[in-house]
């Protein structure tokens, strides 16, 4: 794959791109399909690299999985759902951690389930542990293998009430698709509700599962024997939308997103506000533009939803850069998402990281020696240098620093880009930016 960007920065994005479905959101979709006893069509799909590994499990497991690229459809049929061998599984996976969520689905439907060694993004500290100990209260059995982690259920998997210390987005996840088809009531406290998170909900309902939300983060699901097949449409990448909205502030451009939504982006949007952006909803997607004028600096915490989410924090420090004064911001979801940060100062930027809890209340990672706030002191011009990207949204950030920059940047690892930005090269080519990729 071609891996290196070479950037001629300092153009300011001009134009439209349109997003499709939430990263986020699909690959759980895809995964809820297994539960079903026939076809599921699910519509908005990206074309992006987590799709196809996702589409490569299913496919070891014996989903017939047939995709329409352009028109971004698939359909996914589990009649012939069988075990995959442990070679295969770990292979093909890589370093995606997506294979823990297929254990739900994969016992009720065989038994048992294989989990590799898991990968990701080096942002901080993902333990799978939450996951596991979820799938013991249903009545699973874990093995440590020297290979992974073996788990079965000979006598079948039972409802249960669960406790999250944090309100985990995946282990949310996988309460999910484990409960719906387990025997009984299942109570989840504490739980996560990411608009990812309820419309994979409402994929569930429409299979025939029995789920309510109440406002106190309390999830109940009373179990079915048996679910169906669902045809529903992905809603929109809110950390994509978001993304571009910030390579358009820090640039000084404009750009229509085509597909971003409103609803799922006011944190966003109201910060973007404050930053000193303008933006324009319409019924297709919102307009994110600099109006001109000095970016003013904020003080900044992010937070699970409805708070401002991690991923939108990367991109926007970027635009921070080019803010007049002291911005301060309080990473409370990840510990360790400030690395990306060394290449921003290796372009000119005044940064600094401090393990103390600053400008925002104490969070679970004060007094534990992460760095996870940040001050950021501007404006100062960026210029163009070697950049190698650390993580998906740290390397969009990188990539939006190189397009900022006055004179040329090499980027390196991009296409790890790849993993949740669909055609970003395209649409870089569509806003007018300066770049050849080899």
């Given at each position: 794959?071609?891996?290196?960007?070479?950037?001629?920065?300092?153009?300011?994005?001009?134009?439209?791109?349109?997003?499709r479905?939430?990263?986020?959101?699909?690959?759980?979709?895809?995964?809820?399909?297994?539960?079903?006893?026939?076809?599921?069509?699910?519509?908005?799909v990206?074309?992006?690299?987590?799709v196809?590994?996702?589409?490569?499990l299913?496919e070891?497991?014996?989903?017939?999985?047939?995709?329409?690229?352009?028109?971004?459809?698939?359909?996914?049929?589990?009649?012939?759902?069988?075990?995959?061998?442990?070679?295969d599984?770990?292979?093909?996976?890589?370093?995606s951690?997506?294979?823990?969520?297929?254990?739900?689905?994969?016992l009720?439907?065989?038994?048992?389930?294989?989990?590799?060694?898991?990968?990701?993004?080096?942002?901080?500290?993902r333990?799978?542990?939450?996951?596991?100990?979820?799938?013991?209260?249903?009545?699973?059995?874990?093995?440590?293998?020297?290979?992974?982690?073996?788990?079965?259920?000979?006598?079948?998997l039972?409802?249960?009430?669960?406790?999250?210390?944090?309100?985990?987005?995946?282990?949310?996840?996988?309460?999910?698709?484990?409960?719906v088809?387990a025997?009984?009531?299942?109570?989840?406290?504490?739980?996560?509700i990411?608009?990812?998170?309820?419309?994979?909900?409402?994929?569930?309902?429409?299979m025939?599962?029995?789920?309510?939300?109440d406002?106190?983060r309390?999830?109940r699901i009373?179990?079915?024997?048996?679910?169906?097949?669902?045809?529903?449409?992905?809603?929109s990448?809110?950390?994509?939308?978001?993304?571009?909205?910030s390579?358009?502030?820090?640039?000084?451009?404009?750009?229509?997103?085509?597909?971003?939504?409103?609803?799922?982006?006011?944190a966003?949007?109201?910060?973007?506000?404050?930053?000193?952006?303008?933006?324009?909803?319409?019924?297709?997607?919102?307009?994110?533009?600099?109006p001109?004028?000095?970016?003013?600096?904020i003080?900044?915490?992010?937070?699970?939803?409805?708070?401002?989410?991690?991923?939108?924090?990367q991109?926007?420090?970027?635009?921070?850069?080019q803010?007049k004064?002291?911005?301060?911001?309080h990473?409370?979801?990840?510990?360790?998402?400030?690395?990306?940060?060394?290449?921003?100062?290796?372009?000119?930027?005044?940064?600094?990281?401090?393990?103390?809890?600053?400008?925002?209340?104490?969070?679970?990672?004060?007094?534990r020696?992460?760095y996870?706030?940040?001050?950021?002191s501007?404006?100062?011009?960026?210029a163009?240098?070697d950049?190698?990207?650390?993580d998906?949204?740290?390397?969009?950030?990188?990539?939006?620093?190189?397009?900022?920059?006055?004179?040329?940047?090499?980027v390196?690892?991009?296409?790890?880009?790849?993993?949740?930005?669909?055609?970003?090269?395209?649409?870089?080519?569509?806003l007018?930016?300066?770049?050849?990729r080899?």
């Open positions: 794959m071609q891996d290196v960007l070479h950037v001629n920065g300092g153009t300011p994005l001009h134009g439209e791109i349109t997003v479905g939430a990263k986020n959101f699909v690959s759980k979709a895809m995964v809820a399909a297994l539960l079903g006893d026939g076809p599921s069509v699910l519509r908005n990206p074309v992006i690299r987590d196809g590994v996702v589409t490569g299913l070891l497991h014996g989903v017939d999985v047939v995709a329409d690229t352009q028109a971004g459809v698939l359909t996914l049929d589990p009649s012939k759902v069988e075990s995959a061998h442990v070679a599984i770990d292979a093909h996976a890589g370093s951690r997506i294979p823990i969520l297929f254990c739900g689905p994969l009720h439907r065989l038994g048992e389930a294989f989990i590799p060694d898991l990968g990701g993004c080096r942002i901080g500290d333990p799978i542990n939450y996951h596991l100990d979820i799938l013991r209260q249903f009545g699973a059995i874990v093995e440590k293998r020297e290979q992974g982690i073996h788990i079965h259920a000979p006598r079948g039972f409802g249960t009430k669960v406790e999250l210390p944090y309100p985990s987005v995946g282990a949310t996840e996988q309460l999910l698709l484990t409960a088809r025997d009984g009531i299942t109570e989840l406290t504490n739980a996560a990411e608009p990812e998170i309820l419309d994979l909900i409402n994929v569930l309902q429409k025939g599962a029995v789920i309510s939300v406002t106190d309390v999830i009373e179990g079915v024997p048996r679910l169906s097949g669902y045809r529903h449409t992905a809603l990448d809110r950390i994509e939308a978001a993304s571009w909205a390579a358009a502030l820090a640039t000084h451009g404009d750009v229509m997103v085509r597909g971003a939504s409103q609803p799922e982006m006011t966003f949007l109201n910060t973007f506000r404050k930053v000193g952006g303008e933006f324009e909803v319409e019924d297709e997607g919102i307009r994110f533009f600099h001109g004028g000095d970016l003013r600096s003080v900044l915490e992010t937070d699970v939803h409805p708070g401002f989410m991690t991923d939108w924090q991109p926007l420090v970027v635009a921070l850069t803010a004064g002291l911005s301060i911001v990473e409370t979801v990840y510990e360790n998402r400030f690395g990306f940060t060394d290449a921003l100062r290796g372009m000119g930027a005044t940064i600094q990281v401090y393990r103390e809890c600053l400008g925002g209340h104490p969070c679970r990672f004060g007094q020696n992460f996870h706030s940040a001050v950021i501007g404006p100062t011009p960026l163009g240098a950049i190698e990207v650390p998906l949204r740290g390397g969009f950030s990188h990539l939006i620093a190189a397009l900022t920059a006055k004179g040329s940047s090499s390196r690892g991009i296409g790890l880009i790849d993993r949740g930005y669909e055609f970003f090269t395209e649409k870089l080519t569509a007018g930016a300066e770049f050849s080899d």
